[in-house]
């Protein structure tokens, strides 16, 4: 089994971080499978670099077992990170647009109704990297946080990007990009090391994080999960859970049916969440003061349908 890292030479924030990790020792040249796109392996890592935007090169964890035989186990992306707030952060987050009906183009890749498996190690990473970052002094100045499950590009495996925000001029710094380089080094134990975030050695805790609702940056699930020992599925903000308000959709005078797709992006992230903790108990944790009551009861019902258990806090810890 082997682990796939990606990066662009498109993107700064993908640029710098490859070149730090790949400046490491143990990297020598691997396959050139694809075109235009070069490959670098050490030990059970293979690194991927190509053109084309982040989210544009699609399968390319079936397209890099079709190849080479070797079986696929996680993908990681190196990418930038953009914000209206313009402040600098390094963020780690799942992908997929399960919100999206069938038809709608999704605006950063992948597709509609789709998500990824979330890798297991978004949350032990998220505070692996609190810490490198600021062992290098770049906190408080960066925000180093979790965001919500968004764009593409499609995969199947257990998947989770790495991206510097949020303008250029971090984008290109350089002390970002190293602190990215060695989250991973660290983190999947290139080193010599213990690899940190294997759900199979690491589960003794077998609670797992299903964030829903919030903003992008989920404050409320970031709360939990920065304590040692949480696990972190898909997490779906608010507008990633659509939802027609029934005092302007009523049928026969009643409101008991609420349109959009909220009910088919959680039942998405849920499976797909499951899947990438097998044996875990996937909970799901509502940011409660983002919704209105008729949402919230809406969800709650929908959940106790489908038998997802609502967690609290202590449950995850």
Wanted: charged share 20%.
């Amino acid at each position: 089994m082997v682990i796939l890292i990606v990066a662009t030479t498109t993107d700064p924030a993908s640029v710098n971080p490859a070149t730090a990790l790949l400046a490491m020792p143990g990297w020598i040249p691997g396959p050139s499978l694809f075109q235009d796109i070069k490959s670098f392996t050490n030990q059970n890592v293979r690194f991927l670099q190509h053109d084309k935007s982040i989210v544009e090169e699609d399968d390319l964890d079936h397209r890099w077992e079709e190849a080479t035989g070797e079986a696929v186990d996680e993908v990681i992306f190196f990418s930038k990170h953009t914000a209206v707030s313009n402040r600098p952060a390094l963020t780690v987050h799942p992908i997929g647009v399960p919100h999206l009906r069938e038809g709608d183009v999704p605006p950063q890749g992948g597709r509609p109704g789709w998500a990824a498996p979330p890798n297991p190690r978004i949350g032990p990473w998220l505070r692996l990297l609190k810490i490198i970052a600021q062992s290098h002094n770049l906190v408080p100045e960066f925000e180093i946080t979790l965001e919500a499950t968004h764009h593409g590009p499609i995969t199947t495996k257990p998947t989770m990007f790495l991206e510097i925000g949020s303008t250029d001029e971090y984008w290109k710094r350089k002390d970002a990009a190293q602190v990215i380089a060695l989250l991973v080094w660290e983190g999947l134990g290139l080193g010599g090391g213990d690899a940190v975030g294997n759900w199979g050695r690491e589960n003794d805790k077998n609670k797992v994080l299903l964030g829903i609702g919030g903003g992008h940056y989920a404050p409320r699930h970031m709360d939990i999960v920065v304590k040692d020992g949480v696990w972190v599925g898909h997490l779906l903000s608010g507008y990633s859970l659509p939802m027609e308000d029934p005092s302007q959709s009523k049928v026969n005078g009643h409101t008991d049916s609420i349109g959009g797709t909220w009910r088919e992006s959680i039942k998405v992230a849920f499976e797909a969440t499951k899947s990438a903790f097998p044996g875990g108990e996937v909970l799901a944790h509502l940011d409660h003061k983002s919704f209105k009551s008729w949402q919230k009861n809406a969800i709650f019902a929908f959940l106790g349908e489908q038998n997802i258990k609502i967690g609290k806090p202590n449950d995850f810890i």
